[in-house]
Structure formats: C-alpha cells, structure tokens
C-alpha cells in the first residue's frame, strides 16, 4: 500500500463500512470530509473530539501534534479545550528529544489557551522514529452544530492564508541545508516560518458565525480538501485556479521538488463554505483581523468537481491519494 492516508475506497470499504454507532448521544458518524466526532452531552453543550498522529516530520511535531488536531476541532466553530498526547519512540531515543516535544506542545497550548489533559508515553522497538498521537477536545454549543444539508449550489468557497503552508514548513526544516544552498538562508528562513502559520483556530473562531461549513486542509493538499468537502455535502464543485493564493517560497519549492503545491498538506489553510451574500463580509471579517482569505469557487448541482485555468482549460478534481509531501521526506 502507498504511503500516507489511505485512498477514499480503501477507507471506505476496510473502515468506514465495518464502523456502526452503538450509542444515542453520538451525534456523528466517522465519514469522508468529516474532521470531528460530535456527542451530545446535558443542556446545550456538545463535545467535540479528534485524533491525528504526525507521521510526515521529524521536527517540531510537539507543535504540530497540538495544532493539526485543535485545527479539526475550530472547523466545528468551537474552541478546543485540550489534548491527550501519546508518544511512541525507539530505544535510540534521547531524553531531551521526550522533553523538547512536550516543551513544544505546552507552548502551543500555550498559545491557544489549552491544557495537556494526559496521555502515555513509551519507549519501544516497534517504532524506528518518534511518533506521536493527539487526540483534542472541544466543548461547543448545540445551536452552533453545522449541517451539510443547509448546503447548496452558489455557495462559495473561501480559503483562509493560502496553500501549502504546512508541506512548506516540513520540506524547509526537513530539507534545509538542500535548500539554503540552492535558494539561501534567508528564503528557507521564510519557509520555515510557514511551521508558526499551522493554526486555523482563530480562522475558526471568526467564521464560526457566517460559515455553513468549515474544513481544515491537511493531506492531500487544498483539493484534496474542496473533493472530501463535496463529497460529504453531495455536491460538485467550479474552483478558479488563478483564485488560489501560493506564496513565492511555496512556489519555488514545489517547482524545485517537482510537486503540485494544491495537493501538498496545509494545515494552516481554513477551507471554509460561506453563502454568496455574506462572502464580503467574512472578507472583511478575517481582514479586520489580518488574517488574508480568498474567493476561489463555487458549490455546484452536478457533483462533477473541476478546477478552471485563466485560459479557460478545465481539470478535473479527482480523489485525493498519497500527499505530495511524501515524494520530498
């Protein structure tokens, strides 16, 4: 099998079919686009859960353990609360290495005012590098529940910072002395910086009021993300390419390593569905808070998903496979 997630057949027919929900307070079921699952609790609360590991880097992943995961639980529109952490490293494993994560992780948690809740680590042979597993929880409000069924054709899409950003922090850090030699210190400086972009929680938090639905875009890239979030409505998709912000550093190192930046991991980028009437006003709103969105497309009836060239071309819009990210680390 390829490397990465697996393929949205796979899933579907060795997981998502063999899964059943035994309990009423469930509210969701695990499904293609989903990011949280949604249970029911007294009053009008609801708990919103999500698990990740971080399998694609060697660095920073404290960090990026936290964020990808409170990422999941901000495209609900509520504010995640904490994390639990598990860590699984070899026996080659030092001790500052175990610390430098969690230091890595309470700082982002830090920043998004979270706690570390708990978790397990272990040292063990059945790892050859670390990996680490979070699981993030959220508390939101019952009235605030997104459903797909309120979705429909002419609702655009907006996108929140650009593409790419957290493929672009991974293949800087991971490949840096590569790339200071062709491009300079200071260009893999700026790349790098995309690892401190990776939050979509304040993305979250802003939108959670106009947004009709929200979803965060991590592997397979930005289409991979527009495809999972048609496929969970139902609907097709017309995405203006041009309309796609990649920045210069982005560019250069997809060209460099000959991958497609629209289908390279990006956490970082909020994919949010908005109806047309309230588009320039949740521009305003991300603006207002220095936060750079982009009208990139519409919903549509036909459930074909394709992506329009200046010159008129048209690409078809396909299952998302192994990220790009995979081809460079």
Known sequence: MKIGKLTISDLKSLILDNIKNNREE???NPEIGGD???ISCSGEKLIYLSSDPITGSTKDIGRL??????????TSGSEPLGIMLTILAPPTTQKYELERIIK?????????????????TEITDAVNRIIISVTAIGIGEKKQLKLQNKLKPGDCFLITKGVGIEGTGIIA?????????KFGKDFVERAKENLNRTSVVKDGMLG?????????ATEGGILGAIWELCELGGFGAKIYEDNIFISKETKEISNYYKIDPLRLISSGTMLILVEKKDLEKLIKIYAKNNIE????????????????????????IEEPESDELYKVV
């Open 36 to 38: 949280c699952a949604i």
């Open 104 to 120: 890595e992780a309470q700082e982002e948690c830090d920043k998004l005012n979270m706690s570390i809740l708990g978790g397990h």
């Open 26 to 28: 469930v509210l969701s």
């Open 293 to 316: 969105s982009y009208f990139i497309g519409v919903l549509t009836e036909q459930k074909e998903k394709i992506m329009i060239a200046s010159n008129g071309e048209k690409t078809l």
């Open 173 to 181: 850090s991971e490949k840096e002395d590569e790339l200071i030699e």
């Open 65 to 74: 353990g936290v964020n990808i995961n409170a990422n999941d639980i901000a």
């Open 208 to 216: 959670k009021e106009l947004a009709k639905s929200m979803h965060d």
